[in-house]
């Protein structure tokens, strides 16, 4: 028997919001940590940018951890912040300091300015977060679980946690490891038949999408396939150069990354994302997990 786990989707520095969300599933604040008799949460990532206050997230989560009545997964806001503050070899960063990169964690910057010590030990413990977990029940991760991909990473990694002298490798488009962690913490792609592109909301031509994973690719059109609606692809029957391991019938998974609207659902019976774009005006979200094989939508919870 597994302890029951209270699941909790992207925060990103709306700390007001996550108090509220944990007192509404039965924590409280003692000995400096939020806890419960009974559970823990598992923290699918992205705790700091946009919001408010980053900071204070960052210790609310990771004092739970410490306590040991959480676990925290690294998110690709996490990931950017750790490749933006690691030297490269021959000068610079592994995540450039490009006024775009620079812009994207500006406000965790900006609220970090006073304590600059407190802003290094944050970055200091966002590299000791897991990418990925997976108990006897359930399965949680940023943003996506392709099992072939996980499997790999576990097996490069020697566990779920990225080690410093892999880093920059990680951080080199091209590579094998790269890959990896971009399915896994910002998404699968898959690209579009020859000679068919979109224009993405910057302009940008592209030709790949980024996938609803969780789903059954069989007999969809690519988009039905596709993240993003109205792309115009809805005769285009999809198919992918790589299969797509899709979780039929697999332990629930959980995630979040990708900014859904309106009211939380599952997408699946066994795939949850929590992540109700609380920083764009949604809300923040949790599922109650007690180890059940096919989820229950009544188990979602949100402030
Ligand atoms: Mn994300």
Same mark, same amino acid.
């Given at each position: ?85 690691? *030297?490269?070899?021959?000068? &610079? ?19 970090? =300015?006073?304590?600059? &010590? ?84 910057? &302009?940008?031509? =592209? ?31 999809? =198919? ?9 019938? *697999? =332990? ?24 109700? *774009? ?19 939508? &009544? ?5």
């Amino acid at each position: 028997m597994t302890t029951p786990t209270d699941l909790i989707g992207d925060i990103h520095g709306h700390a007001g919001r996550l108090k509220a969300l944990l007192r509404k599933l039965g924590y409280e604040r003692k000995a400096g940590a939020y806890r419960h008799p009974d559970r823990k949460i598992i923290f699918v990532g992205d705790y700091i940018d946009r919001g408010p206050d980053s900071p204070e997230v960052v210790d609310i989560v990771r004092a739970m951890v410490d306590a040991g009545s959480a676990v925290a997964l690294c998110g690709n806001h996490e990931f950017n912040a750790i490749c933006y503050n690691t *030297s490269k070899e021959g000068g &610079g960063y592994l995540r450039p300091h490009t006024a775009k990169n620079t812009h994207q964690h500006a406000a965790t910057l900006e609220q970090y =300015r006073d304590k600059p &010590g407190d802003y290094d030990s944050a970055i200091a413990w966002f590299r000791t977060l897991p990418l990925f977990l997976e108990t006897e029940d359930l399965r949680a991760v940023h943003a996506c679980w392709d099992e072939a991909v996980i499997r790999k990473l576990h097996k490069t990694l020697g566990g779920a946690v990225l080690p410093e002298s892999l880093l920059p490798e990680a951080a080199e488009k091209g590579t094998d490891l790269y890959y990896w962690v971009e399915v896994t913490c910002k998404g699968r792609e898959a690209d579009l038949p020859e000679g068919y592109s979109f224009h993405d909301k910057d &302009g940008h031509e =592209r030709r790949e999408i980024r996938i609803k994973w969780w789903q059954d690719p069989e007999g969809q059109s690519f988009q039905d396939m596709s993240v993003i609606p109205g792309l115009g692809l809805d005769h285009l029957p999809f =198919r992918d150069t790589e299969a797509t391991h899709h979780p039929t019938g *697999s =332990r629930p998974v959980f995630f979040g990354h990708y900014w859904l609207k309106g009211t939380p659902e599952l997408l699946t019976p066994n795939a949850c994302c929590l992540d109700y *774009s609380v920083a764009k005006g949604g809300v923040l979200t949790a599922y109650r997990f007690d180890g059940e094989r096919e989820l229950n939508e &009544g188990k979602l919870v949100w402030v």
